[in-house]
């Protein structure tokens, strides 16, 4: 059967005489022209071939399938955009590699040869040392690039709005600039940690989210954690002297606690411990500073006892030891709502503790612990080279 002649409309919108007249609008007509305006949708859109097919999409068919197309395809853009803008597994984004790429055209760095670690948070890669003006940077480097993606960050933000240092900056900031703000941390925690003597990576240089520190390994083979490391049974309890004496060291002198310390957080190397992932470290007057110090502790006391250390202090005993304070509770839950409710306490009264309170018996000593007034954040703050993009 000879295909049916299509009526051609012209400008004026309409075709023939009399009874014949047809529109524009005549729904058979319209049909076929959706079909054929179908084939500009997308090449996201499968839409089929009609040469052999004559196909008829009447005006609701076809307005709903546009719609979808157009849908469909601001999704695309906005889930392409999102990966060319994050920093997740071992892949860097554009603007992450070209910020790697000023710091080796600066000569800061020489060579970036490639990620030797990845977690949640960040990527470390491996690069061989530059120079900088008006200090030695070390022949081999540690690049912490932080990731760009924000899921692993929107638990993690109690660790930084409650901070004294931080928290002021921390409301003004969108969820991108937070992400700097905490390489920002992790960079002053460090300087403050070698500042008194403990055996952490040496801050270079901070680039926005990138961190250039020293590297801790030889000939491009990272330390082991200490999780993974082989040690002797004299080792071992050296080890656990070490941490000790560092959880200690770090509390009084540096007036700081982990928050996160674990046998995963800290290498072994020459024979000595090193400490790594601080940027979730905060002050001891932290409004929950004293059960993140409570859980180092107890992450600390099972690895040790796994390890069949002897003498090695339950979490409780770490905790009196680490702070100086003497809270006899023996029991883990009392222990912990014991320093829930101080913290809850000095949160909504804010006020001085008596010596003589029967309550909170260890209030005093936990006041005459605190160390680190906020001046010496600002001087340090001064000292340190910072990109001031990364503020």
């Known amino acids: 059967m000879a295909e049916e002649a299509r009526p051609t409309i012209g400008k004026t919108g309409i075709c023939g005489k009399g009874k014949n007249i047809i529109t524009k609008h005549d729904p058979a007509l319209a049909a076929r022209k959706n079909a054929s305006r179908m084939m500009e949708f997308g090449p996201h859109f499968d839409t089929g071939d009609d ?176 999780k993974f490391a082989e040690l002797s049974r004299d080792q071992t309890q050296h080890a656990y002297a070490q941490c000790v004496q560092i959880m200690k060291r770090l509390y009084h002198e540096a007036g700081l606690i982990h928050a996160d310390l674990s046998e995963y957080n800290l290498l072994w190397h020459q024979g000595q411990l090193w400490v790594i992932d601080v940027s979730q470290a905060v002050e001891p007057q932290h409004p929950h500073g004293l059960e993140f110090l409570l859980r180092d502790c107890t992450n600390i006391s099972q690895f040790f006892s796994k390890k069949d250390v002897p003498d090695v202090l339950s979490p409780q005993d770490l905790f009196n030891e680490v702070s100086g304070l003497n809270v006899s509770v023996a029991d883990h839950s009392d222990f912990l709502t014991e320093l829930q409710q101080f913290q809850k306490y000095r949160k909504t009264e804010n006020a001085h503790v008596d010596l003589e309170s029967n309550d909170y018996p260890f209030d005093y000593f936990f006041s005459k612990s605190l160390s680190q007034d906020q001046s010496e954040f600002k001087k340090e703050l001064k000292e340190t080279q910072v990109d001031v993009d990364a503020i």
């Open 51 to 226: 040469i052999d097919i004559e196909m008829k999409f009447p005006n609701r068919v076809y307005n709903e399938l546009k719609v979808h197309s157009m849908s469909e395809q601001k999704r695309l853009a906005r889930v392409h955009d999102k990966k060319e803008k994050s920093t997740s597994d071992k892949a860097l984004d554009p603007k992450t590699r070209l910020q790697i790429y000023k710091l080796i055209n600066s000569e800061v760095l020489e060579s970036v040869s490639g990620a030797v670690s990845t977690g949640k948070e960040a990527v470390i890669l491996h690069a061989m040392g530059g120079k900088l003006p008006d200090r030695l940077v070390p022949a081999e480097c540690a690049l912490k690039v932080f990731k760009t993606t924000l899921n692993e960050f929107k638990t993690r933000d109690k660790y930084i709005k409650d901070d004294y240092r931080f928290k002021d900056r921390f409301k003004k900031l969108n969820p991108r600039k937070i992400i700097r703000m905490w390489a920002e941390k992790e960079m002053h925690n460090l300087i403050r940690m070698r500042k008194v003597g403990i055996t952490v990576p040496e801050v270079i240089l901070l680039k926005k989210h990138i961190l250039v520190m020293s590297f801790v390994g030889t000939d491009r083979k990272p330390a082991p954690k200490l």
